[in-house]
């Protein structure tokens, strides 16, 4: 009897972020879709966070798990110079005596990591959007996991994903190095295709496709308004009811600025006309060890505004990829800085304006035919993002048939490039 292909995803992180929630069930959705006989194993920095929302059984650690997140500076170059002798001697394994790489791990996460590696036929990202400037820390690690899969034999996939921007001229080379040696890497916008050119991929090794989350299953109607009510929403009230998604991160290279009080200030101009409720969506909760900074930027505006808005804001849990589309797709618009929270909104069929605290929120929203409602950061002014929700209310209709139908055409090429990944990787 034939044994089943494995896959393994090697980098999913913690459901306390929904856009890695996205990631995991999103790209889980696509590879049975693929493979439907395929057997799927998930390394995640956080497993246990996924136990609330994707139920993939068997989820362990990767091999970064134990990445010191405090402690003393002490504590992290020993970490450091522990891992690094750890991928030194790995390299020289996978070049010379090519020996199972978990033989030369000691017992714990990265021995376990290693195996599955061994084990798997497809190796596969989904990370999103660690090949960038802004992960140079890690960059060098995930690069190793990689070329090691890679120099095993295995098929290496990234999954639709942001690449660059990468300007250290010692990233560009290290990442053009390992991307060359994997079988497939997949932009999810038009700059990171032209990034991926750059670095001096081509053909069928460098593609284009969208971003995994598009096809993201969504929750019934009746759960997402469970949950609102919950929060003390009733939709029943005559408002217009707006979702709110603000992050305190903004990329490295995009101007810096205190983007939070023009907000503010467009909540309340638009308050002056428009009975609002506004409901905060952290997209970065602080459950499993995550910070805080984007539930304190939510409350940051909630503070500015609450003396003539009726705000709410979800509790500090995690709230699963399929309910919180649900969710947004309730809302009349939304207004958002994160990626997969503006994914999910606008294939829910809602008016979304991005304010692009990321170069990849433009490339997305050019994708679907929204960039009139997509504000880089450096642009951004009250005026214009007033501007941007009187669209959304008075052309909210033609809005939603537009985002109706670009979500059945950029399925089709989703699900259409999956057919051709077949053939790419030849199983």
């Known amino acids: ?77 020993f970490w450091l110079l522990r891992i690094t002798v750890f991928m030194l001697v790995q390299c020289l394994n996978a070049v010379t005596f090519k020996l199972p790489p978990h033989w030369l791990a000691l017992p714990g996460i990265r021995r376990n990591a290693m195996k599955d590696i061994h ?5 596969i990202s989904i990370g999103g959007e660690m090949i960038n400037d802004s992960f140079r820390k890690t960059l060098p690690m995930y690069m190793f996991m990689f070329w090691l899969a890679s120099r095993f034999g295995k098929k290496v996939i990234i999954f ?10 010692w990233a560009r080379w290290l990442v053009a190095k ?9 932009a999810r916008d038009k700059p990171s295709h032209d990034e991926l050119l750059s670095l001096g991929l081509s053909g069928a090794q460098a593609c284009f496709c969208p971003d995994v989350g598009v096809a993201q299953p ?7 308004e469970q ?33 939070l009080d023009v907000l503010a200030d467009s909540l309340l101009e638009m308050a002056e006309q428009n009975d609002l409720g506004v409901v905060f969506m952290p997209a970065n909760m ?34 699963s ?75 909210a209709e033609a809005i939603r048939q537009q985002l109706f139908d670009v979500r059945d055409s950029i399925e089709e090429q989703l699900f259409k490039f999956g057919e051709e990944l077949k053939s790419i990787t030849g199983k």
Request: aromatic share 6%; glycine share 6%.
């Open 1 to 77: 009897m034939k044994s089943k292909k494995k896959a393994l995803f090697i980098d999913a992180y913690s459901s306390s972020h929904v856009g890695n929630d996205v990631l995991l069930d999103s790209s889980a959705q696509l590879l049975y879709r693929i493979w439907p006989e395929i057997e799927l194993h998930v390394q995640a920095q956080v497993p246990e966070s996924f136990g609330e929302t994707v139920k993939i059984p068997g989820i362990t650690k990767t091999m970064l798990s134990d990445i010191p997140q405090g402690g003393s500076t002490i504590s992290k170059i």
């Open 119 to 123: 084990n798997a036929d497809l190796v």
């Open 227 to 259: 949950a609102l009510r919950e929060l003390g929403v009733n939709l029943d009230d005559k408002k217009v009811w707006i979702g709110v998604i603000v992050s305190s991160w903004v990329e490295e290279g995009i101007a810096s600025r205190n983007y």
């Open 178 to 186: 390992v991307l060359s040696r994997c079988t497939v890497v997949i």
């Open 160 to 169: 639709p994903q942001s690449i660059g921007p990468l300007r250290r001229r």
């Open 286 to 319: 602080p459950v499993y060890g995550n910070d805080s900074s984007d539930y304190d930027a939510a409350k940051r505006v909630i503070s500015a505004v609450e003396c003539k808005v009726a705000c709410y804001i979800l509790k500090p849990a995690v709230y």
């Open 321 to 395: 990829a399929r309910r919180y589309k649900a969710m947004t797709a309730r809302m009349d618009m939304v207004i958002s800085t994160r990626m997969h929270a503006s994914i999910l909104s606008t294939m829910a069929g809602t008016p979304t304006i991005t304010i692009n605290t990321q170069r990849k929120l433009l490339g997305y929203m050019s994708n679907i035919g929204q960039a009139d409602l997509s504000i880089d950061i450096a642009d951004l002014t009250a005026e214009k993002l007033v501007g941007c929700q009187k669209r959304c209310i008075n052309d």
């Open 218 to 224: 969504q929750a019934s109607r009746e759960e997402a």
